[in-house]
């Protein structure tokens, strides 16, 4: 029987336990003309028995599906014969057990079945049988005490809207914390792999050097491989696609923004601002298509028509198709903040003879302003951390150029370069990914505090 269902049958318990919890609380107080003598709403006391009913047995249910199949595997393992696993590696024993697991499904296995394998997935079959059967007759069995319990527990004097708010602010609480955490062990991994990489590579030729290339040997004799992991050239290509992906950006999302909020009929805004947000639900491996597949190849052929030499692929395709997929962002927040700007002030500005253009320039614009500067910032965090248009329309060439004919990479393309296919997390060529990813870490949470910055310190209050 699937957990699926396990947790469908839960749900309805908590709802039967609802229904019962409030008509335990009306009949407490003697019906329901006498319900004002009750602490709280009878509501409240079907939520505390629902609560009590739900919240034990799914975190039960949780803690069983999370340990059910390590404890089953130590069981397993612990009674296969002890010639089945003499001379073997730690490595080779979590094969063999998992060609167990995997005859115990009917996938395939990575060599022959013999009686000793196939003994220990019938007994692996029987015992996640017999662990699930458990797990239904406990956390069923918890449920219905949880739901005697509240049962028990309900009286006119009980406080159930404080016990119940105070259930779900424990709930809120756990799942911020489990937010917050995350992003601390994120942060942290990268952190702790960058620090090893740091210590085989020094800081000063990763964030100075002109040459990347990250490559190490194999083998002690390998020629040619010494690696060299100067960033630079990652940092001005990121750099360069990103201008250019904000050149065509901002222009264009901020004019269609003071058009959509100052300009458009009603009409006309209600079709053309969903139509452009269409943009920014494309897939980017959409945008990285018609950049390899159109832009590309005109920039090109505009390129040698006027003498240039143009690569194929070139950070001027990336970066205009990135400026294209950024125009919704831009717009979006820039016209959110004119529109917050307040209607007095236009009043005003036409109350002293100021047309309408000269309203939005010297009125609204610098009224404004902080907010779209906050969110171009936004859009130039969003910007650095594209991967898939640059991977499929500037290249993979760490080229040190400010010529955006030419081809370009980017961090974040390095990034998934060095981690593609299997690797050796104790390589700089692999770890020197954890050390571009903390790079773009802190660039963007630098940019995003700065705008937040910029927002707070100039935001003017208007009454």
């Known amino acids: 029987m699937h957990s699926s269902t396990l947790l469908i049958v839960l749900l309805g318990l908590m709802a039967i336990a609802y229904h019962f919890g409030r008509k335990r609380a009306i009949s407490t107080a003697g019906g329901v003309a006498r319900i004002s003598t009750l602490h709280s709403l009878p509501a409240y006391y079907g939520l505390y028995a629902a609560l009590w009913a739900g919240i034990p047995a799914l975190l039960l249910m949780g803690l069983w599906t999370g340990f059910q199949n390590e404890i089953l595997v130590a069981i397993v393992k612990s009674e296969l014969p002890p010639t089945l696993l003499d001379g073997m590696s730690s490595g080779q024993i979590g094969l063999v057990v998992n060609d167990i697991k995997n005859l115990a499904s009917g996938a395939i296995v990575s060599g022959a079945v013999t009686p000793e394998m196939q003994a220990a997935a019938d007994r692996y079959i029987q015992l996640n049988q017999i662990a699930r059967w458990a797990m ?70 990763f964030f ?41 950006a901002v222009p264009i999302g901020l004019m269609s923004a003071i058009y959509l909020s100052e300009y458009a009929p009603r009409r006309v805004r209600s079709l053309a601002k969903p139509t452009l947000e269409v943009l920014a639900g494309v897939p980017t491996v959409v945008y990285g298509f018609f950049a390899a597949l159109t832009v590309a190849p005109v920039i090109r052929d505009l390129g040698m028509a006027m003498g240039l030499n143009v690569a194929s692929e070139s950070a001027l395709a990336a970066g205009l198709v990135m400026g294209i997929m950024i125009i919704p962002f831009v717009s979006s927040l820039s016209e959110d ?23 939005i320039w010297r009125v609204i614009i610098p009224a404004a302003l902080p907010g779209i500067v906050g969110g171009i910032l936004l859009a130039v965090s969003r910007a650095i951390g594209e991967t898939m248009i640059v991977v499929m329309a500037a290249g993979l060439a760490a080229n040190l150029t400010a010529n955006p004919l030419d081809s370009v990479t980017t961090v974040t393309v390095q990034i998934v370069t060095l981690l593609t296919g299997d690797q050796e997390f104790d390589s700089p060529k692999t770890m020197a990914a ?21 927002v707070r310190k100039y935001r003017e209050q208007y009454e």
């Open 136 to 205: 239904w007759l406990a956390v069923l069995a918890l449920a219905v005490g949880g739901m005697a319990y509240a049962w028990a527990k309900t009286t006119p004097t009980m406080r159930a809207r404080n016990r119940v708010e105070t259930i779900f602010m424990v709930i809120l609480v756990v799942f911020s914390s489990i937010a917050i955490l995350t992003t601390l062990g994120i942060v942290l991994s990268v952190l702790f792999e960058s620090l090893r990489f740091f210590q085989s590579i020094s800081p000063l030729d």
């Open 208 to 248: 100075f050097g002109t040459l990347w290339s990250p490559q190490t040997a194999l083998r002690a004799d390998q020629v040619g491989a010494s690696g060299a992991f100067g960033a630079v050239p990652l940092f001005t290509g990121t750099l360069m696609v990103s201008a250019i992906a904000m050149l065509v």
């Open 337 to 359: 903040v004119i529109n917050a700007v307040p209607q007095a002030m236009r009043d005003g500005s036409y109350a002293l003879g100021a047309t309408q253009s000269e309203t």
């Open 434 to 454: 954890f050390a571009l990813g903390l790079t773009l870490f802190v660039v963007t949470l630098t940019l995003n505090m700065i705008a937040l910055q910029i």
